[in-house]
């Protein structure tokens, strides 16, 4: 279909037609003003209450207006992309107390290019080589069983081979001159046979670059240095997770070196493995923002805010019949109160699939996570006032069955 046409057809429907009206086309000559519109309503979108946590597939978090600001403000004028990360990697560093950071697409990205750096060090040429010729780089990477999930992929990427170990006598016997990193992942420290000290004990023993993926493991805020502290290398971490930033953002932390050498994948290179992995001006500005507002923030208080939500619903579904509700708060990663509700599925006739299915498609629709046992909450990435419509929702849900 022609563009005009395609236009046209567009324009002829009410609900959108808005959003493609030719008029709005030619508008670039008139001044650079904007309107109040609904886009999502335009584009007949569903929006819902998060009571669901830090989802990719449910967009994330909501960022903060100092960080909308940053992203405002750096959309207006022209600044070169190598010394823009320059620049806010330097501050990163200040703020977060690590040798050196930069601004990644993501924490999978992180994951990618801090590999990368390690595997070339600062040479360009073997940059332009991976993931496809690996010659004269190390290709392997080991972890233990317990730390592999799907995003270790993101180090697949490099052309990598990764090696799953278990004890500390499978890794040391692992460990040969394919060796190019080890690799943790901060959630499952306490699933593994070998913990923060002593793996990072035989990186430094065999003289390996560590790599910790701390991706969702804000808050609590001290964990931002606590790992580079340690002694891991590199750490990784999302950006639109509890900090709160872009969600297409994350942050590389560590050392000096090797944070340089990750760069070297990264754009505005244009033959590197990082190439896909963009990060705009606008998204380094605010994430630089969004780490420092992370700083400043009251955590206690907003500890206290979510504990009162999360007790509010759980006291409010709990007078449902049959329905029980019980708060935990998850080791590392997700360190925030949350909540599994569960009931007797012989008085109360419906699945949590059927539940969380139920709040989806009320309106407001509620989006909630958990599997066959509980529908699942949190409640720091609502807006405040929010968990009184969850909490009456999902309370008149379940007593209506029984
Ligand atoms: C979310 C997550 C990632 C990916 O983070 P992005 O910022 O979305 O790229 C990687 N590792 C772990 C453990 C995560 O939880």
């Known amino acids: 279909m022609k563009r ?9 429907l009410p609900l959108i037609g808005g959003l493609f009206t030719p008029g709005k086309v030619a508008s670039a000559v008139l001044p650079d003003t904007v309107e109040r519109r609904d886009y999502y309503k335009e584009l007949g979108l569903r929006t819902f209450i998060n009571a669901a946590g830090t989802y990719t597939a449910l967009t994330g978090s909501l960022m903060k207006e100092a960080v909308l600001d940053a992203y405002h403000y750096a959309s207006k004028q022209y600044v070169a992309l190598d010394e823009l990360q320059d620049k806010v990697g330097e501050r990163l560093a200040q703020l977060i107390g690590c040798e050196a950071a930069t601004v990644t697409a993501g924490a999978a990205s992180a994951i990618t290019l801090g590999t990368a750096g390690v595997l070339t060090g600062l040479d360009q040429e073997k940059a332009s080589r991976i993931p496809t010729d690996l010659s004269g780089m190390k290709t392997e990477v080991i972890m233990q069983k317990s730390h592999v999930i799907g995003y270790a992929h993101a180090l697949k990427n490099c052309g990598v081979k990764i090696v799953e170990v278990e004890t500390r006598k499978e890794l040391e016997n692992a460990i040969n001159e394919q060796t190019a990193m080890l690799w943790f992942l901060n959630a499952n420290n306490f699933k593994g046979k070998i913990q923060y000290q002593e793996f990072i004990e035989v990186g430094k023993k065999y003289n390996l670059p560590i790599m910790n993926d701390a991706a969702a493991d804000v808050p609590p805020v001290e964990n931002l240095w606590k ?37 070297l994948s990264a754009p505005p290179r244009g ?12 998204e380094i500005l605010a994430m630089l923002v969004a780490v420092e507002d992370y700083l400043k ?7 206290k805010l979510w504990e009162g939500q ?13 329905v029980e509700a019980k708060t935990h708060v998850p080791d590392i990663a997700n360190h ?15 699945t949590p699939d059927e539940v969380r299915q139920a709040l989806r498609d009320g309106h407001p629709s509620i989006e909630t996570v958990g599997g066959d046992e509980s529908v699942d909450i949190t409640t720091w990435m609502m807006n405040p006032g929010e968990e009184r419509i969850v909490a009456s929702t999902i309370y008149k849900i379940l007593s209506k069955k029984s």
């Open 227 to 263: 790992y580079t502290d340690m002694g891991f290398d590199l750490v990784c971490f999302s950006g639109g997770k509890g900090l709160r930033g872009p969600q297409s953002c994350g942050l590389l932390l560590g050392r000096k070196d090797l944070i340089a050498a990750a760069r």
């Open 271 to 282: 033959d590197r493995v990082g190439r896909g992995m963009k990060v705009n001006k606008e």
């Open 336 to 350: 925030v109160p949350s909540l599994k509700i569960r009931w007797d599925q012989n008085k109360i006739k419906m």
């Open 297 to 303: 923030r009251d955590h206690d208080a907003d500890w």
């Open 4 to 12: 005009r046409q395609l236009i046209k057809q567009l324009s002829a």
């Open 310 to 322: 999360i007790r509010h619903i759980r006291e409010k579904v709990s007078t449902a019949p049959g």
